[in-house]
């Protein structure tokens, strides 16, 4: 691994994603730290078991829980964050419930968001994700 790039892993036991599992079946970090960035891969509305809520609330919900066990890992907080990017497969229904859930994490120093709607994400159930990139902090 080069030492300019930090790929983060997961406790095996971590109470929000359960394992490392999914990282590692489908090869990927949940996130990368680079260049002072930390790269945070998408979050999904999926509990440590697997299982997806079918209201898109709670996948909000969890999507922004997950995105915050992965910047406290970093050492962040949702104050670090540049850049969201949010992935809505039924952006007309979500958007309102999105930013007030939003509102509740990202109460100041605003990132750049670029909202998208899109025909799927990796379930067929899942209704929401969330891509985020964050500020590193120096050591």
């Known amino acids: 691994m080069s030492s300019h790039i930090q790929r983060l892993r997961l406790p095996d036991n971590d109470p929000t994603f359960g394992s490392n599992k999914v990282f590692d079946l489908f090869q990927y970090a949940p996130a990368v730290k680079a260049g002072g960035l930390v790269f945070i891969a998408g979050q999904v ?3 440590a078991d697997g299982s997806v809520p079918e209201r898109a609330e709670e996948q ?10 992965i910047l ?9 964050l540049v850049e969201l990017v949010s992935y809505h497969v039924r952006i007309d229904e979500q958007l309102t419930a999105f930013r ?3 509102e509740r994490y990202i109460v100041r120093d605003f990132p750049a968001w670029t909202i998208l709607g899109v025909a799927s994400l990796a379930r067929p159930n899942l ?4 891509k985020a990139v ?3 902090r120096p050591r």
């Open 127 to 130: 209704l929401i994700e969330i």
């Open 60 to 69: 909000i919900e969890l999507a922004f829980k997950r995105l915050g066990a």
């Open 45 to 47: 509305g999926i509990h």
């Open 72 to 80: 406290a890992h970093e050492g962040l907080g949702f104050e670090d």
């Open 100 to 102: 007030e859930i939003k």
């Open 134 to 136: 964050a500020a590193a």
